[in-house]
């Protein structure tokens, strides 16, 4: 995890936040201190992750909270992610017809370049970026909350895993709607990316839609990182919401950390998985 | 369940709210939080231009917000930009075009993702920050304390955050743009073996020009202006206590999210 900057403001009352503070910390001392935080939190979130996975397995089964938690991720994103969705499309074919306009007389390589870079990433990285941003703020607050009023505890006190109960429905549920959600947003962004270049261009919907680019390996790395996305969103958060403290303003700064922890692991998801591509698959 | 839902008249349904009424309050709840937005936005020019804010506030806000940003903004922007290359290889290998490399790559960062990215990740952490921080102040009545102290909020709290976020974001995307191109041009060099000096030849070999550049610091300026008012708008909405402070951060992430990108098109357009 590279969310170096996690603590910076998060819990005021943590021990080293407070020997970051003090008026003498060497620059070397701050930047240990941080490195040690970083790979204490890595390995918190992989224990929460392990869990996660463990209780998928042999937890108790309870399809109605899953339900219940793919309707709150997953329709009640749908409006953001297409509204979001549709102006990338535009954005992305204007900003690059314009750009190709400069070297190439004709355009009919816009269209299959668009939608190959789509496919293989955009599509599933800008959706899941603004998932992190909504999802995970709606995670975090709400454990967040269910922490500071003590009713984490108090499932603990009834021998009931939090990580079971809580975190394991919103994992699956955000595992199958991130798909979901991710094919809806690219169809979007493919329509408004063929309008604009109809519109602006001139050029013709069918040529714009040539998927003579897109091969397996686009698919199949796009779908990975859908699936990485779905899986890390809900852990991370769950993890910032799960270590709230100090009452409702801690709620507040579990929230900020869930939002840039889970975006800071998309997009050293995306790397990881866009260079695995391209190693295996080749450019 | 009920933190997830946008602070709109919606979160309390009627019993028999039909698909119409819902549709019709979220247009209204939008309009007001959008109407609201530019109410605050004149009081916040009027402080501005009479000079009546806390300098040391917005100094304090700047150090908060900017200089506590940097790691994020450093982090992103490197990895941004080899995702970058990774993503314009293709292209590069197909036309054995080395020399493009540093234009493709170029305009995508200078023009887009650079601005777009430091300004998503600034609105993760200091916009979702902010909110939480002054609805904390109106539920705990602090801002009542300053009215009854005749100590303008607007120009105490409100001004000085407005100036530290724009100039963060600004600074920010400066930052980003230079460390995005740097992480590509690396990338480069590892992932498809261009030099770096290749790579910046493409950059400055005519193809980019300045207004690529201002481009993007003219969209992070004008993303700086929403996540501003719409973080501190939804924070001094704030209802309904505790619970309500988790609503409002939750609200000001997704509509500063959603309002960058409608700006960001309609941005792009105006310019070109």
């Given amino acids: 995890m590279a969310a170096a900057k996690t603590h910076d403001e998060g819990a005021p009352e943590s021990g080293l936040d407070t020997a970051r503070e003090a008026p003498d910390a060497s620059i070397p001392a701050v930047i240990g201190a941080k490195a040690i935080e970083l790979v204490v939190m890595g390995l918190e979130i992989a224990a929460v992750f392990i869990r996660t996975l463990y209780y998928c397995v042999r937890g108790r089964p309870d399809l109605g909270a899953v339900v219940r938690q793919m309707f709150e991720i997953g329709n009640r994103s749908v409006v953001f992610l297409t509204v979001v969705m549709g102006f990338i499309g535009m954005i992305l074919v204007l900003q690059g017809g314009l750009q190709v306009k400069r070297i190439l007389p004709e355009f009919s390589m816009v269209g299959a370049s668009y939608l190959e870079l789509l496919i293989r990433d955009l599509a599933a990285t800008i959706s899941a970026l603004m998932l992190a941003t909504r999802v995970g703020a709606g995670i975090a607050a709400e454990i967040g909350s269910m922490v500071v009023t003590e009713q984490v505890d108090a499932l603990r006190m009834c021998a009931a895993d939090p990580i079971d109960y809580l975190i394991k429905p919103r994992f699956l549920a955000s595992l199958v709607m991130t798909l979901v959600l991710v094919i809806w947003a690219a169809g979007v962004a493919m329509l408004t990316g063929m309008l604009t270049a109809y519109v602006m261009f001139d050029v013709n919907p069918r040529t714009f839609f040539n998927l003579n680019l897109v091969d397996t390996g686009d698919l199949i790395v796009g779908l990975a990182k859908c699936l990485a996305y779905g899986a890390a969103v809900p852990v991370v958060a769950g993890h910032s919401g799960l270590h709230t403290h100090g009452g409702s303003e801690g709620v507040g700064w579990a929230t900020t950390r869930a939002v840039v922890n889970a975006s800071l692991a998309v997009i050293v998801l995306d790397l990881i998985l866009s260079a695995l591509g391209y190693v295996f698959f080749g450019p | ?272």
Avoid: H
């Avoid at chain 2, 028999?16 to 109407?35: P, Q």
């Avoid at chain 2, 001004?159 to 100039?167: E, I, K, N, Q, S």
């Avoid at chain 2, 261009?194 to 790579?199: D, L």
């Avoid at chain 2, 070999?205 to 973080?231: Q, R, W």
């Fill in chain 2, 1 to 272: 369940m009920a933190a997830k839902k946008p602070p709109s008249a919606a979160s309390t349904p009627p019993p028999d709210v039909g698909l119409l009424e819902e549709i019709g309050g979220g247009f209204m709840s939008a309009a007001a939080t959008v109407g609201g937005m530019g109410l605050l936005g004149y009081q916040i020019v009027r402080r501005l231009v009479t000079l009546r804010f806390d300098r040391q506030e917005t100094l304090r806000n700047l150090y908060r917000m900017g200089v506590k940003s940097i790691p994020i903004v450093i982090v992103t922007a490197l990895f941004t930009g080899a995702i970058m290359v990774i993503q314009a290889a293709p292209l590069v290998v197909r036309l054995g075009a080395q020399g493009l490399l540093g234009w493709g790559a170029g305009f995508g960062i200078l023009r887009e993702i650079a601005p777009l990215l430091t300004a998503l990740m600034i609105n993760g952490r200091v916009g979702a920050n902010n909110t939480a921080e002054l609805g904390t102040m109106v539920v705990t009545e602090q801002i009542d304390a300053l009215r009854v102290l005749a100590i303008d909020p607007i120009a105490f709290l409100i001004a000085p955050r407005f100036v530290a976020m724009v100039t963060t974001l600004f600074l920010s995307t400066i930052f980003a743009d230079t460390l995005a191109l740097l992480g590509a041009a690396y990338g480069g060099l590892g992932l498809l073996g261009v030099e770096p000096k290749t790579f910046y030849n493409g950059l400055t070999s005519g193809l980019l020009g300045l207004s690529d550049v201002t481009s993007g610091l003219v969209k992070s300026i004008v993303f700086g202006v929403v996540i501003a008012l719409s973080s501190c708008q939804y924070g001094l909405g704030v209802k309904g206590g505790a619970p309500g402070v988790g609503r409002a951060v939750n609200a000001t992430v997704v509509a500063s999210a959603a309002g960058i990108f409608v700006l960001d098109y309609f941005v792009s357009f105006t310019l070109d």
